[in-house]
Protein backbone atom coordinates (compact mmCIF):
# COMPACT_ATOMS: atom_id res chain seq x y z
CA UNK A 1 0.00 0.00 0.00
CA UNK A 2 1.56 3.67 -0.67
CA UNK A 3 0.20 6.70 0.45
CA UNK A 4 0.46 10.12 -1.39
CA UNK A 5 -0.36 13.46 0.17
CA UNK A 6 -0.87 16.14 -1.70
CA UNK A 7 -2.41 19.79 -1.18
CA UNK A 8 -5.86 20.42 0.54
CA UNK A 9 -7.49 18.84 3.79
CA UNK A 10 -7.54 15.13 4.95
CA UNK A 11 -7.03 12.42 7.17
CA UNK A 12 -6.00 8.73 6.78
CA UNK A 13 -8.64 6.63 5.69
CA UNK A 14 -7.46 3.07 6.02
CA UNK A 15 -8.04 0.64 2.84
CA UNK A 16 -7.98 2.03 -1.04
CA UNK A 17 -10.20 4.82 -0.11
CA UNK A 18 -10.34 8.80 -0.82
CA UNK A 19 -10.76 11.38 2.27
CA UNK A 20 -11.55 14.73 0.85
CA UNK A 21 -13.06 17.44 3.24
CA UNK A 22 -14.22 20.98 2.97
CA UNK A 23 -16.33 23.27 4.99
CA UNK A 24 -17.69 20.67 7.53
CA UNK A 25 -18.60 18.45 4.27
CA UNK A 26 -16.92 15.11 4.28
CA UNK A 27 -17.63 12.63 1.10
CA UNK A 28 -15.71 8.96 1.36
CA UNK A 29 -15.99 7.16 -2.10
CA UNK A 30 -14.81 3.31 -2.14
CA UNK A 31 -14.12 2.13 -6.03
CA UNK A 32 -15.54 -1.31 -6.73
CA UNK A 33 -15.20 -3.25 -9.49
CA UNK A 34 -14.68 -1.24 -13.11
CA UNK A 35 -17.69 -3.06 -15.68
CA UNK A 36 -17.25 -3.24 -19.37
CA UNK A 37 -19.60 0.24 -19.39
CA UNK A 38 -16.99 2.15 -17.60
CA UNK A 39 -19.54 3.00 -14.77
CA UNK A 40 -18.61 2.77 -11.03
CA UNK A 41 -20.89 2.12 -8.12
CA UNK A 42 -20.68 5.14 -5.40
CA UNK A 43 -20.54 3.09 -2.05
CA UNK A 44 -20.58 4.48 2.01
CA UNK A 45 -21.22 8.62 1.39
CA UNK A 46 -21.30 9.48 4.74
CA UNK A 47 -20.56 12.92 6.34
CA UNK A 48 -17.60 12.92 9.57
CA UNK A 49 -15.91 15.46 11.11
CA UNK A 50 -13.18 13.27 12.23
CA UNK A 51 -11.10 13.63 9.74
CA UNK A 52 -10.64 17.24 10.09
CA UNK A 53 -9.99 17.01 13.39
CA UNK A 54 -7.06 14.13 12.96
CA UNK A 55 -5.27 16.00 9.94
CA UNK A 56 -4.11 19.38 9.60
CA UNK A 57 -5.64 21.49 6.72
CA UNK A 58 -4.36 21.31 3.50
CA UNK A 59 -3.57 18.18 3.33
CA UNK A 60 -5.11 15.21 1.06
CA UNK A 61 -3.59 11.82 1.44
CA UNK A 62 -4.34 8.84 -1.47
CA UNK A 63 -4.26 5.47 -0.22
CA UNK A 64 -3.17 3.74 -3.50
CA UNK A 65 -2.91 -0.16 -3.27
CA UNK A 66 0.17 -1.84 -5.43
CA UNK A 67 0.32 -5.16 -6.75
CA UNK A 68 3.08 -6.87 -5.26
CA UNK A 69 2.39 -10.02 -6.75
CA UNK A 70 2.50 -9.69 -10.07
CA UNK A 71 5.51 -11.41 -12.14
CA UNK A 72 7.15 -8.27 -13.44
CA UNK A 73 7.65 -6.74 -9.95
CA UNK A 74 8.92 -10.22 -8.02
CA UNK A 75 11.14 -10.31 -10.65
CA UNK A 76 14.56 -8.54 -10.65
CA UNK A 77 17.69 -8.25 -12.97
CA UNK A 78 20.31 -10.44 -11.15
CA UNK A 79 23.95 -10.10 -12.51
CA UNK A 80 26.69 -12.29 -10.05
CA UNK A 81 29.31 -10.45 -9.12
CA UNK A 82 33.07 -11.71 -10.58
CA UNK A 83 35.96 -12.97 -8.82
CA UNK A 84 38.85 -10.44 -9.29
CA UNK A 85 42.59 -11.87 -9.43
CA UNK A 86 45.97 -10.52 -9.64
CA UNK A 87 48.99 -12.11 -10.65
CA UNK A 88 52.59 -10.63 -10.50
CA UNK A 89 55.62 -12.59 -11.67
CA UNK A 90 59.35 -11.17 -12.22
CA UNK A 91 62.44 -12.09 -13.86
CA UNK A 92 65.74 -10.92 -14.47
CA UNK A 93 66.71 -10.72 -18.64
CA UNK A 94 70.55 -10.94 -19.26
CA UNK A 95 69.67 -7.80 -22.15
CA UNK A 96 70.06 -3.83 -21.35
CA UNK A 97 66.60 -2.48 -20.49
CA UNK A 98 66.32 -0.53 -23.94
CA UNK A 99 66.04 -3.84 -25.56
CA UNK A 100 64.26 -5.71 -23.52
CA UNK A 101 61.69 -2.56 -23.33
CA UNK A 102 61.58 -2.17 -27.54
CA UNK A 103 60.93 -6.36 -27.22
CA UNK A 104 57.92 -6.06 -25.13
CA UNK A 105 56.64 -3.29 -26.79
CA UNK A 106 55.95 -5.21 -30.29
CA UNK A 107 52.73 -6.44 -29.47
CA UNK A 108 52.23 -8.19 -32.47
CA UNK A 109 55.26 -10.39 -31.38
CA UNK A 110 54.04 -11.47 -27.84
CA UNK A 111 52.85 -15.24 -29.54
CA UNK A 112 55.70 -16.02 -30.17
CA UNK A 113 56.96 -16.25 -26.59
CA UNK A 114 53.67 -16.21 -24.22
CA UNK A 115 52.69 -19.45 -24.38
CA UNK A 116 48.43 -18.86 -24.14
CA UNK A 117 48.23 -16.10 -26.31
CA UNK A 118 47.37 -17.17 -29.75
CA UNK A 119 47.27 -13.87 -31.93
CA UNK A 120 47.66 -10.07 -31.70
CA UNK A 121 46.70 -7.46 -34.15
CA UNK A 122 47.12 -3.99 -33.79
CA UNK A 123 44.59 -1.83 -35.56
CA UNK A 124 45.53 0.04 -38.23
CA UNK A 125 43.35 3.39 -37.62
CA UNK A 126 43.85 2.53 -34.40
CA UNK A 127 47.93 1.76 -33.33
CA UNK A 128 47.59 2.18 -29.57
CA UNK A 129 44.96 -0.71 -29.88
CA UNK A 130 45.09 -3.91 -30.50
CA UNK A 131 42.94 -7.10 -30.28
CA UNK A 132 44.06 -10.81 -28.47
CA UNK A 133 43.08 -13.99 -28.52
CA UNK A 134 43.80 -16.28 -26.27
CA UNK A 135 43.61 -19.92 -26.59
CA UNK A 136 44.31 -22.95 -24.19
CA UNK A 137 43.60 -26.48 -23.32
CA UNK A 138 43.55 -26.61 -18.95
CA UNK A 139 41.11 -27.78 -16.65
CA UNK A 140 39.86 -30.47 -19.00
CA UNK A 141 38.51 -28.34 -21.65
CA UNK A 142 39.45 -25.94 -24.12
CA UNK A 143 40.00 -22.54 -23.54
CA UNK A 144 39.04 -19.15 -26.07
CA UNK A 145 38.88 -15.73 -24.95
CA UNK A 146 39.33 -12.42 -27.18
CA UNK A 147 39.30 -8.85 -26.23
CA UNK A 148 40.09 -5.42 -27.63
CA UNK A 149 42.95 -3.75 -25.48
CA UNK A 150 44.32 -0.02 -25.66
CA UNK A 151 47.96 0.47 -24.70
CA UNK A 152 48.02 3.49 -22.34
CA UNK A 153 50.74 6.42 -22.28
CA UNK A 154 53.91 4.52 -21.88
CA UNK A 155 56.64 5.32 -19.80
CA UNK A 156 60.45 4.85 -22.49
CA UNK A 157 62.28 2.23 -20.55
CA UNK A 158 60.14 1.77 -17.66
CA UNK A 159 56.71 0.88 -17.86
CA UNK A 160 54.18 -0.29 -20.90
CA UNK A 161 50.70 -0.97 -18.90
CA UNK A 162 47.20 -1.55 -20.82
CA UNK A 163 43.59 -2.07 -20.49
CA UNK A 164 40.87 -4.32 -22.14
CA UNK A 165 37.98 -2.01 -23.98
CA UNK A 166 35.55 -4.62 -24.32
CA UNK A 167 35.60 -8.59 -24.13
CA UNK A 168 37.63 -10.40 -21.14
CA UNK A 169 37.68 -7.79 -18.88
CA UNK A 170 41.52 -7.51 -17.51
CA UNK A 171 45.13 -4.63 -17.40
CA UNK A 172 48.16 -5.04 -16.44
CA UNK A 173 51.90 -3.46 -16.57
CA UNK A 174 55.22 -4.53 -17.75
CA UNK A 175 57.78 -2.80 -15.50
CA UNK A 176 61.36 -2.45 -16.19
CA UNK A 177 64.26 -2.20 -13.85
CA UNK A 178 68.12 -1.83 -14.94
CA UNK A 179 70.31 -4.27 -13.30
CA UNK A 180 73.75 -2.26 -14.20
CA UNK A 181 74.12 -2.02 -17.76
CA UNK A 182 73.49 -5.32 -19.40
CA UNK A 183 70.61 -6.53 -17.98
CA UNK A 184 67.15 -5.43 -16.42
CA UNK A 185 64.56 -7.15 -14.44
CA UNK A 186 60.94 -7.66 -15.78
CA UNK A 187 57.66 -7.84 -13.80
CA UNK A 188 54.81 -8.19 -15.09
CA UNK A 189 51.47 -7.55 -13.61
CA UNK A 190 48.21 -8.98 -15.17
CA UNK A 191 44.33 -8.26 -13.26
CA UNK A 192 41.43 -9.80 -14.74
CA UNK A 193 37.80 -10.97 -13.96
CA UNK A 194 37.53 -15.19 -13.55
CA UNK A 195 35.48 -15.80 -16.39
CA UNK A 196 32.10 -17.70 -15.58
CA UNK A 197 33.52 -20.39 -17.17
CA UNK A 198 36.75 -21.06 -15.22
CA UNK A 199 34.37 -19.82 -11.71
CA UNK A 200 34.39 -23.42 -10.38
CA UNK A 201 38.16 -23.57 -10.70
CA UNK A 202 38.89 -20.23 -9.58
CA UNK A 203 41.20 -20.89 -6.68
CA UNK A 204 43.70 -23.04 -8.86
CA UNK A 205 43.13 -20.53 -11.96
CA UNK A 206 45.28 -17.67 -9.99
CA UNK A 207 48.80 -20.28 -9.42
CA UNK A 208 48.15 -22.08 -12.97
CA UNK A 209 48.42 -18.56 -14.51
CA UNK A 210 50.61 -17.30 -12.64
CA UNK A 211 53.23 -20.60 -13.81
CA UNK A 212 52.64 -19.63 -17.18
CA UNK A 213 53.09 -16.18 -16.98
CA UNK A 214 56.68 -17.33 -15.67
CA UNK A 215 57.09 -19.94 -18.20
CA UNK A 216 56.13 -17.06 -20.85
CA UNK A 217 58.99 -14.52 -19.11
CA UNK A 218 61.23 -17.48 -19.68
CA UNK A 219 60.97 -17.72 -23.02
CA UNK A 220 61.35 -13.62 -23.33
CA UNK A 221 64.08 -13.73 -22.12
CA UNK A 222 65.53 -16.03 -24.93
CA UNK A 223 63.71 -13.94 -27.06
CA UNK A 224 65.17 -10.67 -26.28
CA UNK A 225 68.86 -12.02 -26.15
CA UNK A 226 68.31 -12.77 -29.61
CA UNK A 227 66.86 -9.74 -30.78
CA UNK A 228 70.06 -7.94 -29.09
CA UNK A 229 72.26 -6.58 -31.73
CA UNK A 230 75.53 -8.66 -31.41
CA UNK A 231 78.03 -6.01 -30.39
CA UNK A 232 81.36 -5.13 -32.26
CA UNK A 233 84.31 -5.16 -31.24
Same mark, same amino acid.
Given at each position: #?????? =??? =??????????L?????? #?? @???????N =?????? &???????? *??????????? /???????? =???????? @???? #????? *????????????????????? +???????? /???????? +?????????T??????????? /??????????????????????????S???? @????????????????? +???????????? &??? /???? &????? &??? @??????????????
Open positions: #MSTIAI =STP =SSSIPGPRICSGDAQL #MI @FRATSYS =SKSYSK &LNCKLSRK *CLRSKPPNQLL /FKIPINTS =SKSSSKRL @FRPV #MESQD *CTVKMEVDVPVSVAYDCYLDR +EAIPKWMP /FISTVKVL +EDKPDQSRWLKYKAFGRDIE /FSWLARNLQPIPNQKIHWRSLEGLPNGAVR @FYPRGTSSCLVELTVSY +EVPQLLAPVASA &LQP /FLQS &LLLRG &LER @FSKYAKSCQPESTN
